[in-house]
């Protein structure tokens, strides 16, 4: 475990490799089953609200018609969440070529809109538990198998790959304490490890 300021995160963290790969993952963070849609924290609600209209023509008809039927969101305040089609998909994926994308990000990548997206799915495969500390954990799920197979191959550093949702939440000043920490506690594992080897020789 390790500590900046008061948020907490796990020494997985600092080691795994790790970068999306949605030709084989298909965009499954965004329509896993489990009957809740991504975390919202309460002060994106007015934006999610205010961006709505300028995705809304990229979704699907029948996400259109959920959200007329049971809104943009759920949950009582401090436990808002996406709404989701039939306990899977968000409401605001939409598809090309069999793969789900988010119209929100899909927006923000095209110059439409300023926020990217729920910082919880900005995160993901990092979920960010609140209770008297913040606390950073990697949720691992099989689905993400090819994510972790490509950061192995291309030798792609989770705490790199997830370097904008980590400055967009906590800033610049925290990221580069964070990046520096990876770094020191990788440089540590690699002596361990070359001391080892060379023990073993």
């Avoid at 995160?9 to 009957?35: E, M, N, P, R």
């Avoid at 990221?175 to 594992?189: A, D, I, K, N, W």
Wanted: charged share 25%.
């Amino acid at each position: 475990m390790h500590v900046i300021d008061n948020t907490e995160f796990d020494d997985s963290i600092v080691h795994l490799k790790f970068a999306c790969d949605v030709q084989s993952c298909k965009g499954a963070c965004c329509t896993l089953y489990g009957g809740m849609g991504a975390p919202l924290l309460d002060e994106e609600i007015p934006i999610l609200e205010k961006s709505f209209p300028l995705i809304k023509n990229n979704l699907p008809a029948e996400h259109l018609k959920t959200i007329e039927q049971n809104g943009l969101y759920e949950g009582p305040p401090g436990a808002y969440t996406t709404t989701c089609i039939e306990k899977r998909a968000c409401v605001f994926v939409f598809y090309e070529n069999g793969i789900a994308f988010c119209a929100f990000e899909h927006a923000y990548r095209g110059g439409i809109l300023h926020w990217p997206k729920p910082i919880s799915c900005h995160l993901f495969p990092l979920r960010l538990d609140r209770f008297f500390t913040e606390h950073l954990r990697y949720e691992r799920i099989s689905e993400c198998a090819p994510a972790l197979e490509r950061g192995k191959n291309e030798q792609i550093d989770l705490y790199d790959f997830l370097s904008e949702p980590l400055k967009r939440l906590y800033g610049d000043t925290w990221y580069e304490r964070f990046l520096s920490l990876c770094q020191t506690e990788q440089t540590r594992m690699d002596y361990r490890l070359n001391c080892k080897g060379i023990q073993a020789t």
